[in-house]
């Protein structure tokens, strides 16, 4: 098993910034793939931004040039660097990995966090 413990949520004016991160943990295990996807309240969860283990990375085109994504592999912990936050930014954010464990891959999910945004 592999547990995430994300922190970081809260609630910020419009053209604020938040730092998500989120520090997986667990035994006999490797990373691979980790990212943020969110769920605004009567909308369908999506993606945010991905991140390899190598650092490749991608993000959903409503947040480019806005938010970062970024890893610490000594601290299993992902990082989501969010910057000129806007209202329909709110959403509950959610931390995912992709974690190898006895040579299968699980998906695992965070909680969630929530980011309220205010205009």
């Known amino acids: 098993q592999v547990q995430l413990v994300e922190s970081g949520g809260g609630l910020v004016q419009a053209g604020g910034s938040l730092r998500l991160s989120c520090a997986a943990s667990?035994?006999?295990?490797?990373?691979?793939?980790m990212g943020w996807h969110r769920q605004a309240p009567g909308k369908q969860r999506e993606l945010v931004a991905g991140?390899?283990?190598?650092?490749?990375?991608n993000y959903a085109d409503s947040v480019k040039g806005r938010f970062t994504i970024s890893r610490d592999n000594a601290k299993n912990t992902v990082y989501l660097q969010m910057n000129s936050l806007k209202p329909e930014d709110t959403a509950v954010y959610y931390c995912?990995?992709?974690?190898?464990?006895?040579?299968?891959?699980?998906?695992?999910w965070g909680r969630g966090t929530q980011v309220t945004v205010s205009s």
């Open positions: 995912t990995v992709r974690a190898t464990t006895s040579l299968i891959a699980y998906d695992y």
């Open positions: 667990g035994s006999t295990f490797t990373i691979n793939d």
């Open positions: 991140i390899s283990s190598g650092g490749l990375t």
